[in-house]
């Protein structure tokens, strides 16, 4: 069964990183794309661009008025995420795991079920979470609870979902050479070493680029994984292949 991609798609976190990269490759394979941030620059090219917090009621009503303008809605892509809640267990903010938890998880969940009408037989949402909801990484409690739960979410949307018609399915990338990395490479003490201590958790010895999770992400959402769903597919280098990260204890 073809995938309907009469309708539009659309990104969440689409000003940088992988959600630029992914809202990229549907405008330049064609699509209609609605790309969602709270700071979208002018230069997104083939793109709608709409300016809204997707962890409030406001903001998720606005994505469902322009997404109304449209018609339907094929592809559904989540992938704005909060990651700036650093702390262990014992010293996360409640204030920072509250909004890391909103934006990572619950605002998936209602946005999605949200546009549920809008998204007819054989639409596909595509969750972005991470290896760190399959590995946990020390001092980062609050994005290692949220992208873990993500991934049993995605399994919890394919079967409540499959009787709409509709297939989901996640990604979960490994480190990537988005700004955010790249910025926290090039502020540490040993900028050479960061980047090599980056390359080293994967297999493959490399960071990976947005572009390779976008292509990946434009998989899911396609006709060719029509019978793929409740999947999550690690875009990790082999990071996530062995308990044993790259030959280092996780």
């Known amino acids: 069964m073809d995938t309907p991609f009469a309708g539009q798609v659309i990104v969440t976190g689409a000003a940088r990183g992988i959600g630029r990269a992914i809202a990229e490759l549907y405008a330049e394979r064609g699509h209609q794309v609605l790309s969602v941030d709270l ?42 995420a909060y990651q700036n809640a650093h702390g262990s267990v014992m010293n996360v903010s409640e204030r920072g795991w ?15 079920r949200t546009l549920v009408p809008l998204m007819p037989h054989g639409s596909a949402v595509v969750n972005v979470a991470s290896v760190q909801g399959l590995l946990a990484e020390q001092n980062n409690a609050a994005y290692n609870a949220s992208k873990g739960g993500l991934v049993n ?58 572009r390779e999770v976008a292509q990946t992400v434009y998989f899911l959402g396609s006709a060719e994984a029509s019978f793929l769903t409740g999947t999550i597919i690690p875009v990790d280098g082999g990071m996530t292949a062995s308990f044993m990260m790259a030959g280092r204890p996780v």
């Open 39 to 80: 700071n979208l620059p002018p230069t997104l090219k083939g793109q709608r661009r709409l300016k809204a917090d997707i962890s409030t009621a406001a903001g998720r009503n606005r994505i469902v008025r322009a997404a109304h303008e449209l018609g339907q809605v094929t592809v559904l892509v989540n992938n704005a």
């Open 98 to 112: 509250a909004r890391t938890l909103n934006v990572n998880l619950t605002a998936p969940l209602l946005l999605t």
């Open 153 to 210: 979410l995605t399994r919890a949307m394919a079967l409540d979902l499959a009787p709409h018609g509709l297939r989901v399915n996640a990604v979960a990338p490994g480190a990537i050479s988005t700004e955010a990395v790249l910025e926290a490479i090039a502020s540490s003490e040993n900028p050479d070493q960061t980047r090599q201590d980056y390359e080293d958790l994967h297999a493959l010895r490399r960071l990976g680029t947005p």
